[in-house]
């Protein structure tokens, strides 16, 4: 296509005038991550749904394709992205999704975005246009860098085309609520999670676990009697709200982390408002502590912390990596990106 031609000849020229390049898809999500100088090159135009057999259970489609768009089209055939992608707006495409591979309540029971990357279509920063993967479940040729893009954030390469696996739409869902401590939601969460329960949700907030069951109706009507509770009304909605960000807990200028800590972790010893999902092993805290004490305590705990929104975007954003992992990221980015034009630091600094 024209625009697949047009966005290779302004990756070849910035390549061979090391001119750096800041990629756009629907600029959803332009908070995440750290603040990128350089030549605007957007894929929001490489639009469009290029296949999809709801038999088959895959769906591909441009980088450019409305997030919106993708999910309605699942919709109308009973079936969803099952990772349950936030969108942070109606502009998001689905490129931009994969590539900053945030993932929904649903991520531990179902799978992250890059377990559902079947292949992708992409060029890297020598204006080379690639094929990783394919449109098939089932594939073991090569390596498989298709989902080493996922949550690169365009520093690898620009998204053209993406290859999906989808899931159908639960028979049957219900969401129960039961007032306890973040201590006692960790250790329930936990215990339920070693049962063979429909498990699709659970968040602690405000003194109160919210759990999701999905499934076929006998199984998931007999899983909330074991468990017990009241039945949340407009769960629907709140599961939203919870994906996008948009309960009250998210409202406020101070710093948002993200920290991602082994499920079993106790609360963590940090001032502030406190928010548990993904059943212990997401944490989202608002607090103005220092990002050393934060990340410090999070890697005490066996995990990391990302600065998701506010504070100091020109400091690290991510845990800082062991000299060993940046030495293997380094090499990642020469082999893909040898001229580090793309997206070049939104990561990390120097990548």
């Given amino acids: 296509m024209s625009d697949t031609r047009t966005i290779l000849e302004q990756v070849r020229d910035a390549a061979a005038s090391n001119t750096a390049l800041a990629i756009r898809g629907g600029g959803s999500k332009p908070f995440y991550g750290r603040p990128v100088t350089g030549v605007p090159l957007s894929v929001g135009a490489h639009r469009g749904i290029i296949d999809y057999t709801p038999s088959e259970l895959v769906i591909s489609a441009r980088a450019g394709t409305p997030l919106t768009e993708v999910e309605a089209t699942l919709a109308a055939h009973g079936q969803m992205l099952a990772f349950e992608p936030p969108q942070f707006g109606v502009q998001a495409t689905l490129g931009g999704t994969i590539a900053c591979g945030l993932s929904g309540p649903r991520r531990p029971f179902t799978g992250a975005a890059r377990d559902f990357v079947l ?15 394919g449109q098939v479940m089932k594939n073991v040729a090569g390596y498989d860098l298709s989902r080493l893009l996922a949550g690169s954030l365009g520093t690898l390469a620009i998204l053209l085309e993406v290859h999906l696996k989808v899931l159908p739409v639960p028979e049957h869902e219900i969401t129960l609520q039961q007032s306890c401590t973040a201590a006692e939601a960790i250790t329930r969460c936990n215990r339920w999670a070693a049962q ?9 907030l405000d003194g109160q676990l919210l759990v999701r069951f999905s499934g076929m109706t006998r199984g998931v009507a007999a899983a909330a009697r074991a468990l017990g509770g009241e039945q949340l ?9 919870l994906r996008e960000q948009q309960l009250p807990f998210f ?18 010893p940090l001032d502030g408002n406190c928010l548990t999902d993904w059943g212990g092993a997401q944490r989202w805290l608002v607090t103005d502590l220092p990002a050393e004490q934060v990340r410090t305590v999070a890697r005490d705990a066996g995990g990391h912390a990302t600065l998701f929104r506010g504070g100091d975007r020109g400091t690290d954003i991510f845990q800082p990596l062991p000299p060993a992992l940046l030495a293997l990221h380094r090499r990642i980015k020469q082999t893909f990106d040898p001229a580090r034009i793309l997206n070049p630091g939104r990561m990390y600094a120097g990548l």
């Fill in 233 to 241: 009304d407009d769960a629907t909605a709140f599961w939203q709200q």
């Fill in 196 to 204: 063979p329960l429909p498990l699709s949700g659970a968040c602690h």
């Fill in 251 to 268: 409202d406020t200028t101070l710093p948002l982390w993200r920290l991602s800590v082994p499920p079993a972790t106790a609360p963590l």
């Fill in 119 to 133: 292949g992708v279509n992409c060029v890297n920063g020598k204006g080379e246009y690639l094929r990783f993967g």
